[in-house]
């Protein structure tokens, strides 16, 4: 019993050793293992032990520790399944930058799959300023579908049509809709989306292996008023009704329940998933869409998340 005692502690003595000397020192697998008079594999095995048995503790002394920390602390808050929070430049009047291209890496890491996979995107600023960050490749097995209409309310082609955008770029199949975000009449939604062309493009969205989408305000400087989608009074109802935010034009309030009646009844985008049924992950940054993020995790319209860490902060301090 001594003599197995005492070789567990020489055993440890090894690892702290081994420990001290890779992440205090900085030497590599190798250097330890001379220094230790061990093999490589020995070596690895002993720094693993040093962590396993908390004989050194790791501290990253980095700008992007204080991020990481932050993405955690928000997986465990709303329960999601990822998360990435990039440092943020406080001088900075920029609504995307960081975050854009955190969000067309992750896309990406999507796209290089040999496997076919099928992308659902919404629309907006962010989702445009991601589009074009997308590296450009050749993606034919990959299908790349919109959640929302890429029509604007005078008839031409929404300047944030996202998915013709990425299609273009990476080569891969794209299946745009042509239809306006918001209906005129609950009978003209009905016809079309009655289309059978529009069908397959409903099928492949809810069949989507990862979905990105913006997440817009409610309020008097709401995207959708601003791009001419809804009238002023219409925004002033959803506002009364308690509306904080959209997702594709799905109004929700601050506990991220769908807004009753009103333009959400009207709305021809794929509809939204309460909770999210698939990896459905929000992209936003800027301070004013605060109360719309917040609405969309407590209610779990979005699984994942990608933003600045000022954003991050500011959904822990709520």
């Not at 090894?14 to 490589?40: C, F, H, M, P």
């Not at 944030?160 to 009978?187: E, N, Q, W």
């Not at 049924?277 to 969309?296: C, D, N, Y």
């Amino acid at each position: 019993m001594t003599r197995k005692s005492d070789s567990e502690h020489h055993r440890l003595d090894d690892a702290a050793r081994a420990g001290w000397l890779y992440y205090i020192a900085g030497n590599t697998q190798d250097e330890i293992a001379r220094k230790l008079g061990v093999s490589r594999q020995t070596a690895q095995r002993l720094v693993s032990l040093a962590v396993s048995e908390k004989l050194i503790k790791v501290r990253l002394d980095h700008p992007i520790g204080r991020c990481i920390e932050l993405a955690g602390r928000l997986c465990e808050a709303f329960g999601l399944t990822m998360c990435e929070v990039v440092p943020a430049d406080p001088s900075s009047t920029s609504e995307t930058v960081g975050v854009a291209e955190a969000a067309a890496a992750e896309l990406e890491r999507y796209l290089v799959s040999a496997h076919p996979v099928i992308v659902a995107m919404g629309t907006g600023r962010m989702l445009r300023a991601v589009a074009e960050q997308v590296s450009p490749m050749d993606c034919p097995q990959h299908k790349i579908v919109s959640l929302v209409g890429n029509i604007a309310p005078d008839g031409s082609a929404s300047l944030f049509d996202v998915v013709s955008r990425i299609g273009d770029r990476v080569k891969a199949a794209h299946y745009p809709m042509p239809l306006p975000v918001i209906a005129t009449t609950v009978h003209e939604k009905t016809l079309l989306l009655g289309q059978k062309t529009l069908r397959n493009v409903l099928d492949l969205a809810r069949q989507a292996d990862v979905t990105f989408v913006g997440v817009g305000t409610v309020d008097e400087g709401a995207a959708l008023l601003r791009d001419g989608f809804v009238r002023p009074d219409e925004i002033r109802s959803l506002m009364r009704a308690g509306a904080v935010g959209e997702i594709t034009g799905w109004a929700f309030d601050h506990e991220g329940r769908l807004i009753e009646g009103l333009i959400n009844d009207r709305v021809l985008s794929v509809p939204l998933d309460k909770p999210a049924a698939r990896k459905v992950i929000g992209v936003a940054m800027a301070r004013p869409r605060l109360k719309s993020v917040h609405g969309a995790l407590r209610g779990q319209l979005i699984n994942g998340l990608i933003t600045n860490e000022i954003m991050a902060e500011l959904l822990l301090q709520q």
